[in-house]
């Protein structure tokens, strides 16, 4: 992943979701959701890294979202890139931590 991504368009995307209302996040989350399944494995991190971000400004309010993301999610963990697999697994982990709830669970 890139300095840009890091820096402006993982922060921007993220911050966006508090500034649309609930409408709105279902789109966003999908059109994030079809970016991690980019043939490029750096897009995948990002697109994976700005879930995590946009649940962590959320917080619980991503839960409603959290079904739909699971399948994505998933696939993630199954990459064949271990940077990808990783990040996944590192997100997982803060994505628990942001949202109060185990998303492990939701992978069974």
């Known amino acids: 992943m890139d300095d840009r991504s890091k820096r402006l368009l993982i922060p921007c995307i993220s911050q966006m979701t508090l500034a649309t209302d609930d409408t709105q996040w279902k789109a966003l989350n999908y059109q ?3 970016k991690t399944k980019s043939t490029s494995p750096l897009v995948r991190i990002a697109a ?3 879930i ?3 649940a962590a400004k959320l917080k619980e309010d991503y839960l409603p979202l959290l079904p739909e ?3 994505s999610l998933a ?3 199954e990459d064949e890139d271990e940077r990808v ?5 590192e997100a997982m982990r803060k994505m628990e931590d942001d949202i109060g709830q185990p998303v ?3 992978f069974q």
């Open 52 to 54: 995590v971000e946009m």
């Open 75 to 77: 696939e993630l963990l």
């Open 104 to 106: 492990r669970e939701y």
């Open 69 to 71: 993301t699971v399948g």
């Open 85 to 89: 697999e990783e990040a996944m697994k």
């Open 32 to 34: 994030l959701l079809m």
């Open 48 to 50: 994976l890294k700005t």
